[in-house]
């Protein structure tokens, strides 16, 4: 958990290595049943080379890299991300992160991350944190 937080620091980077078991047992555990998340056949009948990782894996493993970061006091109060190119097992997504502003008041810090892989940008957005369980309310 960050001792101190400003506007400009760096998250530190996570590596996640993409493997099929990965893939898959994301896309179960999130009930996602699509045959592209499990099924390399169908994945390739749909014109990948591989079965693929869905969104709600990809925004888990952002809210893992989030909390890493943050402590286990810290809540996520929002995620906003968009994909780009796939996951695709023997591959490794590399998240990083930057704090794009901070709130000593409130003790939010909203942070831009990036999930990249061998071909290029996974997901990118952004997410707002409160930082050591602080809270308005």
């Known amino acids: 958990m960050p ?12 590596d996640i290595p993409i493997t099929a078991t990965l893939v898959a047992g994301g896309a179960l555990a999130t ?11 169908a994945a390739e009948t749909a014109g990948a080379p591989d079965i693929f990782m869905n969104i709600l894996t990809t925004n888990g493993l952002i809210g893992r890299f989030l909390t890493d970061w943050a402590g286990p006091q810290a809540v996520i109060k929002n995620i906003s991300i ?13 998240l990083s992160g930057t704090v794009s502003e901070y709130s000593e008041t409130t003790g939010e810090a909203v942070i831009e991350v990036s999930g990249q892989n061998s071909i290029g940008v996974h997901a990118s957005g952004s997410a707002t ?3 050591h369980g602080k809270d308005e309310a």
């Open 3 to 14: 001792t101190t937080t400003m506007v400009g620091d760096h998250l530190p980077e996570l």
């Open 31 to 41: 009930r996602d049943w699509s045959v592209v998340h499990h099924d390399k056949a």
């Open 82 to 94: 968009k994909l780009g190119a796939s996951n695709f097992p023997g591959d490794t997504m590399k």
């Open 129 to 131: 944190v409160l930082l």
